[in-house]
């Protein structure tokens, strides 16, 4: 990569030197997987600048969150990373969670590492679909939307939704699960082990594949810490980072899972981690369902969980005082609903880190709302990836950090 | 790569030999309007109104938690007590089906189970009024949807399941299936 920048330089420097080749990828482009827009300057079939545009699929989510009720911007995160959305209404309830101060049951919290890790393996299946898709290997794409949809068909069962599902509750979670979802559950992890060779023999080893990706898009562990990546795309140079293991929530630290790293760097390791990512995934939910069965019975939303309808504002709590004159409670206090304060709590994505920054002044809807979401970061990490690669490289890269722009643009 | 493997592409053949298995294993698609997949109970499909067989009317009791709770703001509510009963009386009960984003926050909190979203899920419109539901039309969509159904009907979110007795409005707690 360097050389080739070495070369492009010398010819910038020589007498021949003409204006770059300037070609606008999207922001309708198959393979930008939503409504991302890249410049792209170009020297002959090398890409000299990559500046991508951000921005066309703002919501402005954030804003909307301060003039609604905690319960009721739940559902705004659903649209973030839509492919994942029960982990970003876990993220969320973690993070509100955290500001009040409440404990929640541990089947509930079974429920959520459960729910969190299917959108994980749903996720990371519709990224190995729509990445293989855009290098061109087609029978993935079926076959990984074939076991999506069984994933989706349990999320139907589970919550009524299949894509938005809105199942986490503050302080716990909507309803418990039947015994068909568990068996269902269960049918599904002693099955899944055996789709990943699937996919694996179609593209492992394919020629074509690893032409396509190895040695393409590199970026050292180093560079990428810098860069702020997280999640497989930093795993994936060889960092072993993974929240569920350097900052255990919900029920993580009880379970045997191995955090998946590989060294390389490149489009193809990134690839593998995911892969494997989804095998430990699948042990999870695993364990998670031998896990669930102990607490048979117990209930799956906190005692003092607030009520789904949260009043706006303050209110107002008669006190003890004496009316001068009449000698009764005439007296209200403002008491908050959420206590005051500011906390930052973030949840390993399927995407990488996603982190809530929730400021709360006391009333029922937060006074600011942040979303970490490592979609942003990873599209700023696209030009350190792509500048010095071929211009057909560039669907692998931005393939290979998987972004989604809900969640970039929020 | 071995030169053997260069040669015979190998991977290539593997890769055909297991796409040529699945070309006579069953297919997974469904034949979409001939053929319907089933839903899970409790999906979030179309909104109604119960009609409670035991009065041909509908439950709800304008307490308004709906429409609070809405994050769409997408129903509309108005009720007034009657002077004489001093009884809430639902005037007007519309539902824009068009705002819409069914997170089903609605049906988790009517203390009464009077709303809910229906399994169905076909349903479009010409124009805007359409998809515009008053209470007739939602109490229509009831009758159309429940014919479809087993009976004794019962939505799952009517009482949830693994949340504590103490935590549900009394007629949740006694609900049953229709």
């Given amino acids: 990569m360097a050389q080739t920048l070495e070369i492009i330089q010398k010819q910038k420097d020589s007498e021949q030197w003409d204006e770059p080749y300037l070609v606008n990828m999207g922001p309708q482009h198959p393979a930008t997987h939503g409504v991302l827009r890249l410049f792209l300057e170009l020297d002959g079939e090398t890409i000299v600048r990559c500046d991508p545009r951000i921005g066309y699929l703002h919501r402005g989510v954030e804003k909307l969150s301060e003039h609604r009720t905690y319960s009721q911007a739940m559902v705004l995160t659903d649209r973030l990373d839509y492919i994942a959305s029960a982990a970003n209404n876990v993220g969320y309830c973690l993070a509100v969670e955290k500001l009040m101060g409440l404990e929640v049951p541990r089947r509930a919290q079974i429920i959520r590492v459960?729910?969190?890790?299917?959108?994980?393996?749903?996720?990371?299946?519709?990224?190995?679909?729509?990445?293989?898709?855009?290098?061109?290997a087609m029978t993935v794409f079926l076959y990984c939307f074939r076991d999506r949809e069984w994933l989706l068909d349990i999320f139907e069962e589970i919550c009524g939704a299949r894509l938005t599902v809105s199942y986490p509750r503050i302080g716990g979670v909507r309803l418990d699960f039947?015994?068909?979802?568990?068996?269902?559950?269960?049918?599904?992890?002693?099955?899944?082990?055996?789709?990943?060779?699937?996919?694996?023999t179609l593209i492992d080893v394919n020629r074509i594949w690893l032409k396509r990706t190895k040695g393409v898009g590199v970026i050292s562990g180093e560079e990428a810490v810098n860069l702020g990546l997280t999640g497989p795309s930093l795993r994936g140079s060889g960092v072993r980072y993974d929240l569920?293991?350097?900052?255990?929530?919900?029920?993580?630290?009880?379970?045997?899972?191995?955090?998946?790293?590989?060294?390389?760097?490149?489009?193809?390791?990134?690839?593998?981690?995911?892969?494997?990512?989804?095998?430990?995934?699948?042990?999870?939910?695993?364990q998670c369902l031998d896990k669930l069965a102990e607490c048979e019975g117990e209930p799956v939303i906190a005692e003092d969980a607030p009520d789904l309808v949260i009043p706006y504002g303050k209110i107002k709590?008669?006190?003890?005082?004496?009316?001068?004159?009449?000698?009764?409670?005439?007296?209200?206090?403002?008491?908050?609903?959420?206590?005051?304060?500011?906390v930052y709590f973030a949840i390993e994505a399927p995407k990488g880190e996603l982190g809530y920054y929730i400021v709360s002044d006391g009333t029922g809807h937060p006074w600011r709302v942040r979303i970490r979401a490592p979609s942003f970061v990873h599209i700023s990490a696209l030009p350190a990836l792509s500048e010095g690669q071929m211009?057909?490289?560039?669907?692998?890269?931005?393939?290979?950090?998987?972004?989604?722009?809900?969640?970039?643009?929020? | 790569m071995g030169l053997v493997k260069t040669v015979f592409l190998t991977e290539i053949l593997k890769g055909l030999s297991l796409t040529l298995r699945k070309l006579f294993a069953k297919p997974v698609t469904i034949q979409y309007p001939e053929e319907k997949k089933p839903l899970a109970p409790g999906f979030r499909g179309r909104h109604a109104l119960v009609r409670d067989p035991a009065t041909g009317k509908d439950r709800c009791v304008g307490c308004y938690r709906c429409a609070q709770v809405c994050p769409a703001q997408c129903i509309y509510i108005e009720a007034e007590r009657d002077p004489e009963t001093k009884a809430r009386i639902v005037k007007k009960y519309d539902i824009d089906a068009l705002r819409c984003i069914f997170c089903g926050y609605c049906e988790e909190v009517c203390p009464v189970n009077a709303i809910v979203l229906t399994e169905f899920y076909e349903y479009s419109g010409y124009r805007r009024e359409d998809l515009y539901f008053d209470r007739e039309k939602l109490l229509k969509n009831w009758d159309e949807f429940i014919v479809t159904q087993k009976r004794p009907y019962f939505n799952p979110f009517w009482r949830p399941r693994g949340v504590p007795e103490r935590k549900l409005p009394a007629a949740k707690r006694r609900a049953e299936g229709i």
């Fill in chain 1, 114 to 136: 459960i729910v969190c890790e299917m959108a994980r393996i749903a996720s990371h299946l519709l990224w190995l679909a729509t990445h293989a898709l855009d290098i061109g």
């Fill in chain 1, 178 to 200: 039947n015994q068909k979802i568990i068996d269902e559950l269960y049918r599904f992890t002693e099955e899944f082990p055996h789709r990943i060779p699937e996919y694996e």
């Fill in chain 1, 244 to 286: 569920r293991r350097a900052r255990p929530y919900l029920i993580y630290d009880e379970l045997d899972f191995e955090v998946a790293v590989e060294f390389e760097g490149d489009v193809y390791s990134r690839y593998r981690v995911r892969m494997k990512e989804m095998r430990e995934a699948n042990k999870i939910i695993r």
């Fill in chain 1, 317 to 342: 709590r008669p006190e003890p005082a004496l009316h001068p004159k009449r000698g009764y409670l005439v007296k209200g206090v403002e008491v908050p609903i959420v206590p005051e304060g500011e």
């Fill in chain 1, 391 to 410: 211009v057909a490289d560039i669907i692998a890269v931005i393939g290979s950090v998987d972004i989604v722009l809900g969640e970039c643009d929020r």
